[in-house]
């Protein structure tokens, strides 16, 4: 009997051993493994470009837009501006878009909702997609495409499959929405798209 208990006891105080070992080395691995990612997020040097801050961003032709007017279904929907730079919102109809900042868009919706249709509209209005860019001169496909926020030169130039042979891969020259001169600029890997911008790749002098 005395020997019978004694294999028990033997048993059970192995598998104890056994558990809190291998507690320790799980404990020991996720310690490790969250030191190397504190280590790597340290290290790692910032990649980010610049986004575009939809409240301070001007808009213009061809951005879509979502509006709602709280607690007012009808009155809210998905729109966009027109190559006349206005927008048709319901009850008031066309109004300016272009040139004004979402904060002042909503404010001006609000207004004309207060004269007369609702006591105290809540409206909010968020940009859907921006207005294309546009990639000229010595790319395989010269054109426009959708623009994504936090986009760079060398993401527009890849959309547009990529330099030809005879580009300039130093600088490129880029005209913005709201100006009739373009600039040239030193390509390097961060430099940033807007909506709208137009992108010019020129040749390489031999």
Known sequence: MQAYVKKIFFVL???LMVSVGAGGMAFAQTSASESDAQTASVAAPSTAVAS????KYKMG???KIRVIVFGE???SGEFVVNGQGTVALPLIGEVKA???SIRELQEQYAAVLREGYLKDPRVSIEVLTFRPFYVLGEVSRPGEYPYVNGMTVMNAVA??????YRANKKKVYIKSADSIEER???LTQTLTVQPGDTIR?????F
């Open 52 to 55: 575009v801050d939809a409240y």
């Open 159 to 164: 959309r547009a499959q990529g330099f030809t």
């Open 13 to 15: 105080a192995t598998i």
């Open 73 to 75: 279904p009808d009155l």
């Open 201 to 205: 790749v020129t040749e390489r002098y």
């Open 61 to 63: 032709a061809d951005d």
């Open 98 to 100: 272009m040139g004004l």
């Open 184 to 186: 040239a600029v030193d």
